[in-house]
């Protein structure tokens, strides 16, 4: 082989592997990270059906802010009073809508439907369950490798506003 031909096939497994690398090297495109933070809403949604309370608030910015001006602590008494209580076995989120606005920030807004009931029969469930549902619109951000809620408000709505 001949030193031109051999600084040719270099040059061309060099190509050929620089390629490679950019064309398989992960990225953080706006899909992912929408996908991310709706896999972080659900798995929210679940957790508040456990009472697991800590997964809720690590998913919190030390930074949060709520429309109604709490703060983490505050969130974070008012969700272990609704929790510990019992009053809501079942969250289901519904309608989840995530821009991302630049690789640190993202909106989030989406209904959550929260169910109870004191029903031991079937007959019973209709008459000893009782349902309320919130709009909530946050603010994430990108604090290191995690995304966290930064900010968020909510409001209470009517089950005609799923449809």
């Known amino acids: ?69 709490w703060h983490k602590s505050e969130l974070r008494g008012v969700l272990a009073a609704q929790l510990m209580r019992g009053n809501w076995l079942r969250v289901f989120p519904a309608d989840l809508k995530i821009l991302v606005t630049s690789s640190t920030t993202a909106t989030f807004s989406g209904k959550f439907i929260f169910g109870r009931s004191t029903a031991t029969n079937l007959k019973d469930l209709a008459r000893e369950s009782g349902m309320i549902s919130y709009a909530i619109d946050a603010k994430l951000e990108k604090e290191g490798e995690e995304w966290r809620f930064v900010s968020a408000s909510h409001r209470e709505i009517s089950p005609s506003e799923f449809l």
Not at 36 to 54: N, P, Q, S, T, Y
């Open 1 to 69: 082989m001949t030193i031109a031909r051999s600084k040719l096939v270099a040059a061309t497994v060099v190509a050929v592997a620089g390629a490679l690398t950019f064309a398989l090297w992960p990225r953080s495109s706006s899909a992912n990270v929408e996908e991310l933070i709706r896999h972080k809403a659900v798995k929210m949604a679940r957790a508040a059906e456990e009472k697991d309370l800590g997964y809720i608030m690590d998913q919190v910015s030390d930074r949060f802010t709520s429309a109604e001006g």
